[in-house]
């Protein structure tokens, strides 16, 4: 609502409440009545007992009030009504004084009291403030912008269907919007224009969990894959398999992708500082769910010293063979075979790199790092994106590693069979 109608139904109501309570108490006091005029105290009481039955009659009307107790209530206002009708003592009531004066008097004061107490206990520089900033805001100017953007935006996609870019802003304006629906159509057209931009395939996934109900499974999460296979630090899919791993209660898997995406933030943000503690919520149920549902296997919470260091490599021969963007697995296995107990995600490009492996890069939450004595790793590039070993992959191995080892070298050297 506009300010200055604020401000004034607010001194309306004020008036209105004022004068509703002088009409209750000003008409008694400037009424003159003659003693004659004067109601004696008995017909007083007998209007009062005629009303009493009225809304027994009412209350009986409307099944408030049953048959048999209206009789026994009429029973007795009747034999109260008859006491006083035979009453032989009918003193008149002596008439009032004249309280034109009064009267006058408070209709004065009523009004002043009531304000003075307003500006003495209320707060009147709240009203004093609301006006300034209705004479002074630009009435909806972000909304405007935002509109008159959206507009822009939509007019360039309809003249150039083909430009990706502007579909992709399409679809992270109507984000901003909360209009997810749009939002998702947008992101559509932008994926299909540009396959290979990792921003473009996280907001698609965004747009498609939020307009399921939030629910990251199937599709989205598909899309988030392979937005970091594209880039593995695109912020949101670093985000947005965070919240999956945390709705699926892989804790561990969670804290790990918000460590992840904690290293790539300004930490002074507040966004930042929100991932940390998501980080540390993620990190104190892990360690709560392992003690809660296995309470005899204390082995099984994080252990800060259960950790692997070291590089991971390829060798140039195969390096120069891929693009740079093929995804590199890199597990921790208690044997040759066996779920993993840790593992990480990179691309091509990246490596040499440097890796460590601990307890909140658990696949699952009771198979931890800590709970071996050495492990084996295993790097392997994968062709087609899957995590599982293909024939064709390139692959490299070093067993028998202590947990707690530095230093350790792997190169992906062949290709498996």
């Excluded at 630090?233 to 992840?260: G, M, P, T």
């Excluded at 003690?291 to 021969?317: K, L, M, Q």
């Amino acid at each position: 609502m506009n300010p200055f109608w604020s401000v004034s139904l607010f001194w309306i109501a004020a008036v209105a409440f004022v004068a509703l309570a002088l009409a209750f108490v000003l008409p008694p006091l400037l009424r003159r009545r003659a003693a004659a005029d004067t109601p004696a105290r008995r017909d007083i009481n007998i209007a009062v007992y005629r009303d009493q039955l009225k809304e027994l009659e009412a209350e009986r009307a409307s099944g408030a009030l049953a048959e048999e107790q209206f009789n026994a209530a009429r029973l007795e206002l009747e034999a109260r009504l008859a006491e006083d009708a035979l009453l032989q003592d009918a003193t008149p009531v002596a008439p009032r004084a004249d309280g034109r004066k009064i009267g006058y008097a408070l209709a004065a004061l009523l009004p002043i009291a009531a304000f003075a107490l307003y500006f003495w206990l209320g707060n009147p520089m709240s009203l004093m403030a609301i006006a300034e900033a209705g004479h002074n805001a630009t009435p909806a100017a972000g909304e405007h912008d935002i509109a008159a953007m959206l507009k822009k935006i939509e007019d360039h996609v309809r003249a150039k269907p083909d430009d990706g870019k502007a579909w992709a802003m399409l679809g992270k304006t109507y984000a901003a919007l909360d209009r997810w629906g749009d939002a998702a159509k947008a992101y559509e057209r932008a994926v299909k224009l540009l396959p290979k931009e990792a921003a473009v395939l996280s907001g698609y996934a965004e747009a498609l969990a939020i307009v399921n109900d939030r629910n990251l499974k199937g599709e989205p999460m598909a899309w988030v894959e392979k937005a970091l296979e594209l880039d593995p630090n695109d912020v949101k899919a670093l985000e947005l398999s965070a919240v999956h791993a945390f709705q699926e209660k892989n804790f561990a898997q969670a804290a790990y992708y918000f460590k992840r995406l904690y290293k790539l933030l300004p930490p002074e943000t507040p966004y930042a500082q929100d991932i940390l503690a998501a980080q540390k919520e993620a990190m104190r149920r892990a360690e709560g769910g392992a003690a809660a549902s296995e309470p005899e296997a204390p082995a099984a919470a994080t252990n800060p010293a259960a950790r692997i260091t070291g590089t991971v490599d390829i060798a140039p021969a195969l390096k120069a063979a891929l693009s740079g963007k093929e995804p590199v697995f890199l597990f921790a296995r208690p044997g040759a075979s066996g779920p993993p107990v840790a593992a990480l995600r990179t691309t091509v490009d990246q490596l040499p790199l440097a890796f460590e492996l601990n307890d909140a890069m658990a696949m699952m939450p009771d198979s931890r790092l800590s709970q071996h004595k050495a492990v084996m790793l295993v790097a392997r590039v994968s062709k087609t994106g899957n995590p599982v070993p293909q024939p064709g992959d390139f692959e490299g191995s070093v067993a028998d590693v202590k947990v707690g080892a530095s230093g350790v070298k792997i190169v992906i050297d062949h290709a498996r069979p």
